[in-house]
């Protein structure tokens, strides 16, 4: 209810504490008696860094360099959100600002086929899919045709970006739980044309915090990370080869809106032999480094590297490792 001094000026709406004590009571015993759980994904481990999964009212950032597997990251999470967990009524809207939507139902039906990309397209060497492995993209393609998934192809404003998510907070998520995806944040565009791309994320940033205190909201955005990690200081001194929140374009707007900051890095591609001062293996591996984690430890997670068929696959005997900066 909107408050008003005794000038009539506005002022922000407050509550008493005692409000606030109920519902975080309410919600611990929710979480307690399973009423309320995360939206898992199929990795164990950050499941349980990331108390089970997908919170709601949290705001997630991806990030990595080009060709570090984020967008394939995000991919399998919008896939796991919907395979993973049936007994939620969920809402997916992705605004897919760098890869056409259907290029992502390809990277989909990659996983789902265990074939790449080139293979799916026919531009392999090995020559073009046979029938019956036509048949079989026809019979997957029927499947996620009935995902709750929403695509928004066509770059838009801040704005736009608010007014959307407003759109389905009141009417195709209402009363679900609506799982907004940006990809990526720097293909967002201005008010107007006099913006600078600072003054851009900054505004994303405000718009994402309220959208994610709505009802079921979960934000999930992709950032880029700038040119820093490249460097050949950087590579050539073992002590600086992990992420930091200074790596991230647009670092302090983008750290202080999220609740998580993970960063997935693949040191082979930078040429690195030994990675980091703990000495971890390269060859065919991914890293997850959990920068910022509001209610947890930050981590540091071992994958295999199988982006070739849009898959990350857990290490199972590793343990996460501390993440430091």
């Given amino acids: 209810?909107?408050?008003?001094?005794?000038?009539?000026?506005?002022?922000?709406?407050?509550?008493?504490?005692?409000?606030?004590?109920?519902?975080?009571?309410?919600?611990?015993?929710?979480?307690?008696?399973?009423?309320?759980?995360?939206?898992?994904?199929?990795?164990?481990?950050?499941?349980?860094?990331?108390?089970?999964?997908?919170?709601?009212?949290?705001?997630?950032?991806?990030?990595?360099?080009?060709?570090?597997?984020?967008?394939?990251?995000?991919?399998?999470?919008?896939?796991?959100?919907?395979?993973?967990?049936?007994?939620?009524?969920?809402?997916?809207?992705?605004?897919?600002?760098?890869?056409?939507?259907?290029?992502?139902?390809?990277?989909?039906?990659?996983?789902?086929?265990?074939?790449t990309t080139a293979e799916l397209y026919s531009a392999a060497e090995g020559g073009v899919i046979s029938d019956e492995e036509m048949n079989t993209v026809k019979k997957e393609a029927e499947k996620i045709k009935d995902y709750p998934v929403y695509y928004v192809d066509t770059p838009g404003s801040v704005a736009e970006i608010d007014n959307t998510i407003k759109f389905f907070q009141n009417t195709i998520a209402k009363g679900k739980w609506l799982v907004a995806i940006i990809d990526h944040t720097l293909l967002v565009q201005g008010n107007n044309n006099s913006e600078s791309e600072r003054a851009i994320i900054v505004d994303l940033e405000k718009v994402l915090i309220k959208a994610k205190k709505v009802d079921k909201t979960s934000i999930i955005q992709i950032s880029q990370m700038n040119r820093n990690i490249e460097s050949p200081e950087r590579i050539n001194n073992p002590s600086l080869h992990y992420p930091q929140r200074s790596d991230l374009s647009s670092s302090d707007a983008v750290f202080q809106a999220s609740d998580y900051v993970i960063i997935i890095h693949r040191p082979e591609i930078l040429g690195i032999l030994s990675y980091g001062y703990m000495n971890l293996q390269v060859k065919n591996m991914v890293y997850i480094h959990f920068v910022k984690n509001r209610d947890g430890k930050l981590k540091i997670l071992k994958f295999i590297n199988d982006l070739a068929h849009n898959n990350l696959i857990e290490d199972n005997e590793a343990e996460p490792i501390s993440q430091t900066e």
């Fill in 1 to 115: 209810m909107e408050q008003r001094s005794n000038n009539t000026e506005k002022i922000l709406q407050y509550r008493h504490i005692s409000s606030a004590t109920s519902e975080i009571v309410d919600y611990i015993y929710s979480r307690k008696n399973n009423l309320i759980r995360s939206l898992a994904t199929r990795w164990k481990k950050f499941n349980a860094i990331t108390m089970g999964g997908i919170e709601p009212n949290a705001i997630y950032t991806i990030a990595g360099i080009s060709g570090s597997g984020k967008s394939s990251f995000v991919n399998t999470l919008e896939t796991d959100l919907v395979d993973l967990n049936t007994n939620e009524d969920i809402i997916v809207l992705s605004f897919s600002f760098e890869m056409l939507s259907s290029k992502q139902i390809g990277r989909k039906l990659s996983y789902k086929m265990k074939r």
